[in-house]
């Protein structure tokens, strides 16, 4: 409804990787990631009914399976199916986000027309690949917002995460991971059920946990999803388990900067990960 939640535009960088390849068609996974504004949030008066969304500036993430058709050397068109998520990570509240599942149909236009049909293509020969394996530590921070829908203005919190993985890469662009998270939540002072707020103690603040997780590489980007619960909590009010997702670029060979929004029961995003990681190297397998 654009009088209540505006007409949103986004500006993003993407990622497409063809899968299947036959002929004049191709089958892609197509990624982006980026900044999105909206002209319409939250206001208790004059946009009461926009409980969706309170920031202009929001997060915007999209992934396709798309087929695409190639017409011409500059022209193709493409028709799938994904997924469109935008949220703030809570920085603002009210924050549900927005999940639009749907259909896509485009028509892409390439000003440097791609090769006719020619000789043969030569092959460079991919370099041998060998497995390794590494610990990683990430530690990132963060804010989330409580307010009352209707209020003016709401309190805001601290919050971190430290995980500490266990990653092996087994493919040039896909790795696995396994990990522990320490979790802290200040908002908690105000969800900790028979405690007034000022009795909480900074423990009861944090979350214990672990995840699963699935990184995939290209040159200096990853592309990171984790799957977790906890074993350690004071109160439910994050859910019983948790998704991680975004992404990490290498700045040096040990050193990764990152952004990530950690969500409750995989839905509603919790809070915005802005936070670094480093890599440490503990064993490689030669090829052979």
Not at 110 to 134: C, D, Q, W, Y
Not at 200 to 215: A, D, R
């Amino acid at each position: 409804e654009d009088t209540i939640v505006g007409n949103p535009f986004s500006a993003f960088v993407f990622y497409g990787a063809p899968w299947i390849r036959a002929g004049r068609f191709s089958f892609n996974s197509d990624l982006s990631l980026g900044l999105s504004y909206t002209t319409l949030v939250h206001d208790p008066v004059q946009n009461p009914y926009n409980d969706v969304i309170a920031s202009h500036l929001n997060l915007f993430f999209d992934f396709n399976l798309n087929v695409y058709w190639t017409l011409t050397r500059r022209i193709d068109v493409n028709a799938g199916y994904g997924i469109t998520h935008y949220s703030n990570g809570g920085m603002h509240q009210p924050q549900k986000g927005a999940n639009c599942w749907g259909w896509n149909f485009g028509l892409g236009y390439h000003p440097v027309p791609r090769p006719g049909r020619g000789p043969a293509f030569n092959r460079t020969p991919e370099p041998e690949f060998h497995s390794r394996e590494e610990l990683q530590i990430m530690y990132a921070a963060g804010t989330v917002e409580i307010q009352d829908l209707g209020e003016p203005a709401g309190v805001r919190f601290f919050t971190s995460s430290f995980t500490v993985d266990y990653t092996i890469q087994f493919h040039p662009r896909m790795a696995v991971t396994y990990g522990t998270d320490i979790l802290y939540d200040g908002s908690l002072d105000l969800a900790i059920k028979g405690i007034e707020p000022e009795d909480v103690t900074t423990f009861q603040n944090f979350y214990f946990g672990s995840h699963l997780g699935y990184h995939f590489l290209v040159d200096r980007v990853t592309i990171l999803f984790n799957l977790g619960t906890y074993f350690l909590q004071h109160s439910y009010d994050r859910g019983f388990w948790f998704m991680r997702a975004g992404g990490r670029i290498r700045l040096t060979d040990h050193l990764n900067t990152q952004i990530c929004i950690k969500t409750k029961n995989g839905i509603r995003s919790d809070w915005i990960e802005w936070g670094v990681a480093v890599t440490i190297p503990t064993r490689d397998h030669p090829p052979g």
